[in-house]
């Protein structure tokens, strides 16, 4: 099965800062990867899919990279309304794995 | 516009079992597969298994094989989740959630609101 680490975790940062959270996989597993924010008491909201795609109505300031095992979520400009978890996911025939989450707090 | 609606909060007893519905409307139902996922507290998400509403073929996650039974209606355009033997580890918020297949890509683009079981003594 393969394995998916996030770092760092939690996260804290000032209002205004860049913000990058990686997400590794154990093995190649090309750009099948999701990333969603989760804040508390609400559903899960997808961010972008196929690991750079930003999805319909998310701000700019959420972007996506890398493929293979290597991926990043970057907020350019923490926003107060962007504490939340991120998770990043994975996907191969239909069994689905999520990473542990990073928890974003503002310092 | 897509909605997906689900049942109200659940307590049960240590190995019961618990049906939770999953009511979607604004698509048509047998076009999407349709997954569950939960969250303990304190705990991060977690994949629990996958419908697909046109057939009923489902996928569940080794973990919780022999005790999930993910089943739907077309009729109403509902999907159910049921887990048996329920442990205090089973307590979390349960998600619904639609899965958008696009150019062999798949993720999660609607989801339920969440419902609460807690398993309790």
């Known amino acids: 099965d393969i394995q998916m680490t996030q770092s760092p975790s939690p996260l804290s940062a000032s209002v205004g800062d860049r913000v990058t959270i990686t997400c590794q996989a154990s093995?190649?597993?090309?750009?099948?990867l999701n990333w969603y924010q989760h804040k508390p008491g609400k559903a899960p909201k997808l961010l972008i899919y196929?690991?750079?795609n930003l999805e319909t109505g998310v701000p700019s300031r959420f972007s996506g990279s890398g493929s293979g095992t290597d991926f990043s979520l970057t907020i350019s400009g923490l926003q107060p309304e962007d504490i939340a978890t991120y998770y990043c996911?994975?996907?191969?025939?239909?069994?689905?794995?999520f990473g542990p989450g990073t928890k974003v707090d503002i310092k | 516009q897509v909605q997906l609606v689900q049942s109200g909060a659940e307590v049960k007893k240590p190995g019961a079992s618990v049906k939770l519905s999953c009511k979607a409307s604004?698509?048509?139902?047998?076009?999407?597969?349709m997954h569950w996922v939960r969250q303990a507290p304190g705990q991060g998400l977690e994949w629990m298994g996958i419908i697909k509403p046109s057939g009923g073929t489902t996928n569940y996650a080794q973990k919780f094989q022999g005790r999930l039974t993910m089943t739907r209606d077309t009729s109403t355009s509902t999907v159910y989740v049921e887990l048996s033997s329920l442990r205090s580890e089973d307590t979390a918020i349960y998600y619904c959630?639609?899965?958008?297949?696009?150019?062999?890509?798949?993720?999660?683009?609607?989801w339920g609101q969440g419902t609460l079981v807690t398993v309790s003594s």
């Open positions: 959630a639609r899965d958008l297949f696009v150019e062999g890509r798949r993720y999660f683009d609607y």
């Open positions: 996911q994975h996907y191969n025939d239909l069994v689905f794995t």
């Open positions: 604004g698509y048509t139902f047998t076009n999407y597969y």
């Open positions: 196929d690991a750079s």
């Open positions: 093995q190649d597993i090309s750009s099948y």
